[in-house]
């Protein structure tokens, strides 16, 4: 069992920035994928960025050249930079874990607001 904190989120003004963390319980150097998803108010989860082991990376169209996702293994850490934020992107941020096909853990989420 892999125990995933966020952290991070918090309210901002359209065009600001916040960078996400997820702190993993354990190592992630060899999991399959890190991810990011996000969830608004009467909308189903959807991925927003995943990075593979390898370092390769997936976007969500909607926040390709605003978003970075980037992982630390020596600190079992992934993170998520989000610059230009949108009120489109107001919604609670999920950590997602995999290590391989089978398994896969969520973080308890992280509230981000957009608003002026």
């Known amino acids: 069992q892999v125990q995933l904190v966020e952290s991070g989120g918090g309210l901002v003004q359209p065009g600001g920035s916040l960078r996400l963390s997820c702190a993993a319980s354990g190592s992630i150097a060899s999991f399959m994928s890190m991810g990011w998803y996000r969830q608004a108010p009467g909308t189903q989860r959807e991925l927003v960025a995943s990075?593979?082991?390898?370092?390769?990376?997936n976007y969500a169209d909607s926040v390709k050249g605003r978003f970075t996702i980037n992982r630390d293994n020596a600190k079992n850490t992934v993170y998520l930079q989000m610059n230009s934020l949108k009120p489109d992107d107001t919604a609670v941020y999920y950590c997602?874990?995999?290590?391989?096909?089978?398994?896969?853990?969520w973080g308890q989420g992280t509230q981000v607001t957009v608003s002026s």
């Open positions: 997602n874990a995999r290590p391989d096909l089978v398994r896969r853990y």
């Open positions: 990075i593979g082991s390898g370092g390769s990376t």
